[in-house]
């Protein structure tokens, strides 16, 4: 049966502060835990006043300091943005705190705009030497060999299963090179999806790490007693999406009443493509939804994702959709 996992931005909500985001990232995964979820992974994003997890390697430590069972991880890390030898002793320390519980995802976008970038220090072609670096840091996390002039400690010897994002076929390609699993950005960026499974499926080459191809896939799931009640949460998401496409992120605001009817047809038509890997509305809609998309593109697993406005209805759509996930198992 395919897995369930949760993928927090941390959202700081209009009114809010970050600490309170945090708090609420650690009472999720709490939840998430006593719910049977696999995995709660952090994204890395950068100058986003509506996301808390910018360091995501420290969030990661929080939740995983506060939890005793779930994998936590980053989904993910932005690794053009960093040195691949302090990754390796970042998540080398975070799996000797947390044996066996820490994934690391890696993404080849900034994860951020070109000026941000730049106050990063990082260098803007580092993204064309991305397998490479992808490489260079999984070589950091094998045992030590005698002549290895550069370790990274913690990290040597730890083997902290490695992940490739992706939102196109580049990262469809790489994962299946190096025989990696592979999470697959449909929660916002859906437009290559059949396409990317199809290459990463057929390419894929086995390694020590995974015997066969693993896809993740992210989905937008918003769940509520009724379908209006989902409906109206997930204006939330809409909203930050049309803010954010239109150069003006901010906090997540809160749910609005008929949001999409004085829309215009430009911002209808992104939310429509954008937003296509969505699931809303009552039990039984989400159930019959997560069914559909799992039996159309065969996931191994889902990344679920509810950018909500109040954290008491976030994590109530989470056992929402806990008991439907429970109730396909148990009809398969």
Known sequence: MTALSVLDLSPIIQGST??????????????????????????????????????????????????????????????PNHAPLVIAEQFGTLNALFPGRIDLGLGRAPGTDMMTARALRRNLEASDNFPQDVVELMGYFQPAEEGHRIRAVPGEGQEVPVWILGSSLYGAQLAAMLGLPYAFASHFAPAELDHALEVYRTRFQPSAQLDKPYVMLGLNVFAAPTDAEAKLLFTSLQQAFVNLRSGRPGQLPPPVENYDRDLDPVAKSMLAQALSCAVVGSPETVRQGIDAFVRRTGADELMVTAQMFDHPARVRSFEILSDAHKSISQAA
Do not use: C, F
């Open 18 to 79: 970050a600490s309170q985001s945090l708090a609420n990232s650690l009472d999720l995964a709490r939840h998430a835990e006593r719910l049977g979820y696999k995995r709660y992974w952090l994204a890395e994003h950068h100058n986003m006043p509506g996301i808390a997890s910018a360091a995501a390697s420290v969030v990661i430590a929080h939740v995983a300091g506060g939890t005793k069972t779930i994998r936590v991880g980053a989904g993910g890390i932005m690794l």
